[in-house]
């Protein structure tokens, strides 16, 4: 699967949701952390790295267990920390900086709903009430 966008934080979970449309992104709720899931390399490696990222796992320790490059792991870590971010949203009220900024990492709007409690019809209203919408290139 491929995805092109501005940067591998915006990249990466629209790859994910290409390659299955049941995916809604680098999402850590979709499996458990498990350490030896985390050392054998699976199509379902991803989402364990998410859940060990969202409970505290360093880029260090996922290293030492993954072997995979500190560069994406620090990648994977933005895009949780966002998520993070959006999941301390108080009822579910986004504001325009918050949610542009989730665009831009490459938060889908269903994503985006499930991290603040909300649907994805909610945050999709509230972006296009910020006059967030989206924009494609020509290769």
């Not at 985390?38 to 490696?45: F, G, I, S, V, Y």
């Not at 792991?73 to 998520?83: C, G, Q, R, V």
């Not at 542009?100 to 409690?117: L, P």
């Amino acid at each position: 699967v491929m995805s092109i966008r501005r940067n591998f934080e915006e990249a990466f979970p629209k790859a994910l949701r290409m390659g299955d449309e049941n995916v809604k992104g680098f999402d850590p709720t979709v499996k458990k952390v498990n350490e030896d899931e985390l050392r054998e390399p699976t199509d379902k490696r991803m989402f364990v790295l998410a859940a060990a990222l969202q409970e505290g796992y360093s880029v260090e320790k996922l290293y030492d267990m993954t072997k995979i490059d500190k560069w994406f792991l620090e990648k994977f870590k933005n895009i949780i920390d966002y998520y993070k971010t959006l999941a301390t949203t108080k009822d579910g009220s986004i504001s325009f900086d918050v949610l542009k900024k989730a665009k831009q990492i490459g938060f889908s709007d269903k994503q985006i709903a499930a991290a603040v409690k909300s649907t994805e019809v909610a945050v999709r209203k509230l972006r296009e009430e910020y006059k967030i919408t989206p924009f494609v290139k020509q290769i």
